[in-house]
């Protein structure tokens, strides 16, 4: 006897299931906003969807939030054809993550709260996914640089463009996006030249 789970998901309807699935996220999405980390239940009450259908689309709560935060599965954030220059690879790298936490602020903003608190760490909240699409932007210099410079340079470059910085820059030295957004960039810039002339400090 075929599983009912089984012949839900094999069965016909697409349509409707994707906008089942969408209200899922969408309530998934708002909880985020709100502070809360939500686990498969509560998105299924949020969207008045039974717990049964929703288990249908999500295994766990960790898939969960991967599909409410779909660039933390990305494997890359280099285009298509990548360029060669380091300087146009780190630069597309750091205008991307910029640009989708200017997007996505307040939820940003919601999971950098979250980071900070009691969350499992096998979460995509509190994953490290920027580091190594850093790490793919610099692998030219990795000869120059070697693994370890080529990490730790990627960590300063996370540092400088991510929601901390952002929320620094904005709350306490009050500039404006354009700007916040101006002087990441340019911080992020500034670390690879200077990478150039001296390695990142290692241990010891």
Not at 63 to 80: C, G, I, K, N
Not at 132 to 139: R, S
Not at 185 to 196: E, I, K, S
């Amino acid at each position: 006897m075929r599983c009912v789970s089984r012949d839900y998901v094999e069965a016909g309807r697409t349509r409707q299931k994707q906008r089942t699935r969408e209200q899922l996220l969408a309530a998934a999405r708002e909880l985020v906003e709100h502070g809360e980390t939500p686990r498969i239940e509560d998105a299924a009450e949020a969207a008045g969807i039974s717990r049964t259908t929703a288990y249908r689309y999500f295994t766990s709560q960790a898939e969960l939030l991967a599909a409410v935060f779909p660039e933390t599965a990305r494997a890359s954030m280099l285009p298509d054809p990548a360029p060669d220059d380091p300087a146009e690879r780190v630069a597309a790298v750091a205008s991307s993550v910029v640009q989708r936490i200017e997007e996505t602020e307040r939820v940003q903003r919601t999971m950098l709260r979250l980071s900070l608190g009691d969350v499992p760490h096998d979460l995509p909240l509190r994953q490290g996914r920027v580091i190594p699409w850093f790490e793919e932007a610099l692998e030219p210099l990795r000869p120059q640089l070697g693994d370890d410079g080529v990490h730790r340079l990627a960590v300063a470059l996370r540092s400088v463009c991510g929601i901390e910085t952002r929320v620094w820059l904005s709350d306490v030295a009050d500039l404006d996006t354009s700007e916040v957004r101006a002087l990441q960039l340019w911080m992020v810039d500034a670390l690879r030249r200077r990478a150039l002339e001296e390695p990142p400090p290692g241990e010891g």
